[in-house]
Every structure is written in structure tokens, then in C-alpha cells.
């Protein structure tokens, strides 16, 4: 017996060459690896110019956002993920380096994991910590939706309207409450696209 697709949004970013060729030709052979792994794509939000964080770390980002549906866990989603950046040569050494590949799980639904206190944590980690501190576990929702822009600006393309669980705040409300300096930054790149076909 099938369970009920579920949906889910990836965030999708890039700022460094890989041997598929530019970041936005690695991010159309993710969303099509993606595609051959079951995952099914029902939205993409548009492509965004993003400085790299920290600031002078590399190059610009290339970022946009993808709804999906998926009818496993979040904790599978979370493998193909995994599978699809180390195939198009993600290598997880450095927090924050550039990367040719970065595929983030930012919600499944109403989802939490691995529960509120944890996830709680999470978000409240100083900046200094979070330089060098990685979950060893899926934490859902992403525990920096709510602090960055080159995120919520792609998310609230496609579901301005999603609720974090914890937070009780929409995209929407979650993305007017940044700067608007750090919005600002976070550019549409103009006669770009890629089809969810």
C-alpha cells in the first residue's frame, strides 16, 4: 500500500563550478537527478543572485527554491538530498564553504524533527556557534528559515502562506520581519529560468 505524497521545499544553491559545468547548470542536473529518484516537482520559485555568507567567502550564490512532493519520510527526502549533492560533488568539509551544490530540506509539511526541544536549540544557537556546529541529525523545520533572506524570498514565491510549527509565523510574516538591506541583496536574475518540466 502507497502512502499520501507529502509536500516538501528544497532550497537550492550554489556559488562554485562543478563538472557538470556552472552553478546553474549543476542546479538543473539536481532538479532532474531529483526527478529520477521519485522525487516529483510541482513549483519552482525564481532564480536569485545571492551574496556569499560570510560576507567575502566566495562567490555569489546562485539560489532558488523548489515545492516537491515525496511519499517517504523527511528522513529519506533527506538521503536522496545527500545522494544528489555527492554525486554532482558536494564534499562536506568546511561549514559555510562554497559549494557547487547545496540542497536543503527547509520543511516537510507541518513537520518537526527529531522534536520541539531539539529544534527549540537549534534555532536559538548563537552565530559563533552556529560557524561550527552541524546538526548529526534531520532537524525540520530548517532551524535558519527564519534568519535568512536568501531563503525565505525564494520559499515565499511558492507558499508565502506555510506556518512554521514552532514559530507560528507564515514566510510571509517570517521574510517582512528581515532587514530590508538583506533583502535587498538577495537579486532576481532576469531572463532566467528553469522549467519544471
Given at each position: 500500500m502507497s502512502t499520501a505524497k507529502m509536500r516538501a521545499w528544497i532550497a537550492f544553491g550554489a556559488n562554485l563550478p562543478s563538472e557538470t559545468g556552472t552553478p546553474l547548470e549543476t542546479l538543473k542536473e539536481a532538479l532532474?537527478?531529483?526527478r529520477v529518484k521519485g522525487v516529483e516537482v510541482a513549483a519552482l520559485s525564481q532564480i536569485y543572485e545571492t551574496?556569499?555568507?560570510p560576507a567575502g567567502a566566495g562567490p555569489d550564490y546562485i539560489n532558488f527554491a523548489a515545492e516537491v512532493s515525496y511519499d517517504g519520510p523527511p528522513e529519506a527526502l533527506l538521503l536522496v538530498l545527500h545522494e544528489v549533492e555527492a554525486?554532482?560533488?558536494r564534499v562536506?568539509?568546511?561549514r559555510w564553504a562554497g559549494r557547487p551544490i547545496d540542497?536543503?530540506?527547509m520543511a516537510y509539511e507541518d513537520v518537526v524533527r527529531p522534536d520541539e526541544a531539539t529544534l527549540r536549540q537549534w534555532i536559538e544557537l548563537p552565530l559563533t556557534e552556529q560557524t561550527v556546529r552541524a546538526p548529526d541529525r534531520l532537524i525540520l523545520p530548517h532551524p535558519r528559515i527564519q534568519d535568512r533572506a536568501f531563503m525565505l524570498i525564494p520559499f515565499a514565491d511558492l507558499a508565502p502562506e506555510w506556518r512554521h510549527p514552532l514559530l507560528d509565523?507564515?514566510?510571509a510574516e517570517m521574510l517582512a520581519a528581515r532587514p530590508e538591506d538583506e533583502k535587498t541583496e538577495v537579486k532576481p536574475m532576469s531572463g532566467v529560468a528553469i522549467g519544471t518540466d
Open positions: 532532474r537527478a531529483l551574496p556569499c555568507f554525486r554532482l560533488g562536506r568539509k568546511t540542497l536543503d530540506l509565523k507564515t514566510i
